[in-house]
């Protein structure tokens, strides 16, 4: 467990304003981040069939939550990690063509999270999926992206600071973009979250890409990435600096997912070459699924971000150690 205490935290907003505060955070930038993408609404399983690969295998040493049901003897149901397969087999299955595509509330249970301010084992996030060409496999494609997710969130920060001058957190007013391996050129002896650090802290806010792939230097990835959904070529994370605690707070992690050649590729960079027996990499390496875009946007993150919060504790309802809750009581951290 580990656990800042900002010093003289004042949360500014009593609970009832925050959730007050977090109820219009959530149903605005949903309604905005999908018509600026064109994205339909749609319902997502919480649970997915262990046999189907559709489960997301974050960094292949986290296990999902996993039960058995009367109705399906014998097999497997995995609590999702992240519904990053799910959403490109759904937009073929439900017809969506190009340049259209999907948002979910995704609701999920991580029981291996290290906790912290920033993480909790229950993740609320926005999963989104959206049709491309294949020419447009392109960083540009990525970049004009992720400058739409940056517009909506400066939007939202400004309604809300209508409704909640006092207790707005302030963003920067521009998304830098750098490589994970232009981090590990310019600062070689830190770890890869402390060159996060250093960058979000100098930029602000930041877009870090190419997350996945051994880097020239050290040999070793800057962070993990499954194998089969993310191009490790043409993915990032969005993440800003964040004052309150003095540490980088990443928002999303999204990406140009992976074709048929590339996803073949990381598969045997990452020793997984079995997973090509399941069914949705099957149809992936036949061409039969879209070329496609997608990502996730951490909702309880996002509200902590605009309201300037502490702890995610303070914008979602979870378990969390009993020494971490009265830490933070006894510093004014108002945990739901």
């Known amino acids: ?153 400066k939007r939202i920060e400004k309604e809300l600071w209508y409704l909640y001058p006092d207790a707005v957190y302030q963003l920067p007013d521009d998304i830098h973009f750098v490589t994970t391996q232009e981090l590990e050129d310019r600062w070689p002896d830190l770890t890869p979250m402390e060159r996060e650090d250093k960058i979000a802290k100098e930029m602000g806010a930041v877009f870090v890409m190419k997350i996945g792939d051994k880097l020239k230097r050290s040999g070793k990835p800057h962070d993990g990435r499954a194998p089969d959904y993310d191009d490790w070529s043409l993915n990032g994370d969005i993440i800003f600096w964040y004052k309150p605690l003095q540490k980088k707070l990443e928002i999303s992690s999204m990406g140009i997912r992976v074709s048929p050649e590339s996803m073949k590729y990381q598969l045997e960079q990452a020793g997984a070459t079995d997973r090509e027996k399941l069914p949705f990499h099957r149809m992936l390496l036949n061409g039969e699924l879209p070329y496609t875009i997608g990502g996730g946007i951490g909702q309880s993150r996002l509200c902590m971000l605009l309201l300037g919060k502490a702890h995610v504790g303070e914008v979602q309802a979870s378990i969390w150690p009993k020494e971490m809750l009265k830490k933070c009581e006894a510093a004014h951290i108002q945990i739901l």
Request: charged letters at 30%; hydrophobic letters at 35%.
């Open 1 to 153: 467990m580990s656990l800042i205490i900002p010093k003289d935290y004042d949360p500014k907003l009593s609970i009832r304003d925050t959730e007050a505060a977090i109820r219009f955070i959530r149903e605005t930038f949903q309604d905005e981040f999908g018509q600026e993408l064109h994205l339909q609404r749609m319902s997502a399983p919480m649970f997915v069939d262990k046999s189907t690969g559709l489960n997301d295998n974050l960094n292949g040493i986290e296990k999902p939550v996993s039960f058995d049901m009367k109705g399906m003897p014998g097999e497997t149901i995995e609590v999702v990690h992240s519904l990053a397969k799910w959403k490109r087999l759904a937009l073929k299955k439900y017809g969506f063509g190009l340049h259209e595509g999907l948002y979910t509330n995704m609701n999920a249970i991580r029981k291996d999270e290290d906790l912290d301010n920033f993480h909790s084992i229950y993740v609320d996030q926005w999963d989104w999926e959206k049709i491309i060409t294949k020419e447009e496999r392109t960083e540009q494609t990525l970049k004009a992206t992720v400058r739409q997710i940056f517009k909506v969130i």
